[in-house]
T-cell receptor
Framework: GESVGLHLPTLSVQEGDNSIINCAYSNSASDYFIWYKQESGKGPQFIIDIRSNMDKRQGQRVTVLLNKTVKHLSLQIAATQPGDSAVYFCAENRGTSYGKLTFGQGTILTVHP | NAGVTQTPKFRILKIGQSMTLQCAQDMNHNYMYWYRQDPGMGLKLIYYSVGAGITDKGEVPNGYNVSRSTTEDFPLRLELAAPSQTSVYFC????????????FGPGTRLTVL
């Protein structure tokens, strides 16, 4: 269903803490997932992706976990820094062949020094 | 590489006016996309293209048109601007199916009064 003008979820953490941002998806046919970071006034920036044949993927300071049983995706950021403050979006490719992504609502991450 | 570029950065239109939002990429990507992002919301796909001469509707195509005469350029046309089209517009591009990472431009902030 469509999101209807809801306030974005927020997460506030202290610098150095680990952050976990969650995302639920609804389409069991989705086979590819991406996390994007969007800083104020800028376009989304790719962070990490994962395919449905995996349940975990690690990057530099970031880890994405995929639980297909409950249709849940999470982004873990280790040793969060003030520069990580942004809106984080998950996106899914719902099994189509043209690379179309469906974006989630987003989560605002604020890191306090 | 400049990546994905968009012009203009800001624009104010009166109701009923028309304009074209420009998008160009220099990464030789086949796929290009136009999204709109309303305040506090995720991105919604307007139109996309899988190659020169090929375009298709996304989730919210009404009130917009696109063309793809070259691989590099993917302009978005608003024929009769309406207040509901006030939004931030992002253009993106990607290689294609096997690598779906989308690279985003900086966005165009459009206000229709």
């Amino acid at each position: 269903g469509e999101s209807v003008g809801l306030h974005l979820p927020t997460l506030s953490v202290q610098e150095g803490d680990n952050s976990i941002i969650n995302c639920a998806y609804s389409n069991s046919a989705s086979d590819y997932f991406i996390w994007y970071k969007q800083e104020s006034g800028k376009g989304p920036q790719f962070i990490i992706d994962i395919r449905s044949n995996m349940d975990k993927r690690q990057g530099q300071r970031v880890t994405v976990l995929l639980n297909k049983t409950v249709k849940h995706l999470s982004l873990q950021i280790a040793a969060t820094q003030p520069g990580d403050s942004a809106v984080y979006f998950c996106a899914e490719n719902r099994g189509t062949s043209y690379g179309k992504l469906t974006f989630g609502q987003g989560t605002i991450l604020t890191v306090h020094p | 590489n400049a990546g994905v570029t968009q012009t203009p950065k800001f624009r104010i239109l009166k109701i009923g006016q028309s304009m074209t939002l420009q998008c160009a990429q220099d990464m030789n990507h086949n796929y290009m996309y136009w999204y709109r992002q309303d305040p506090g919301m995720g991105l919604k796909l307007i139109y996309y293209s899988v190659g020169a001469g090929i375009t298709d509707k996304g989730e919210v195509p009404n009130g917009y048109n696109v063309s793809r005469s070259t691989t590099e350029d993917f302009p978005l046309r608003l024929e009769l601007a309406a207040p509901s089209q006030t939004s931030v517009y992002f253009c993106a591009s990607s290689y294609g199916d096997s690598n779906n990472e989308q690279f985003f431009g900086p966005g165009t902030r459009l206000t229709v009064l």
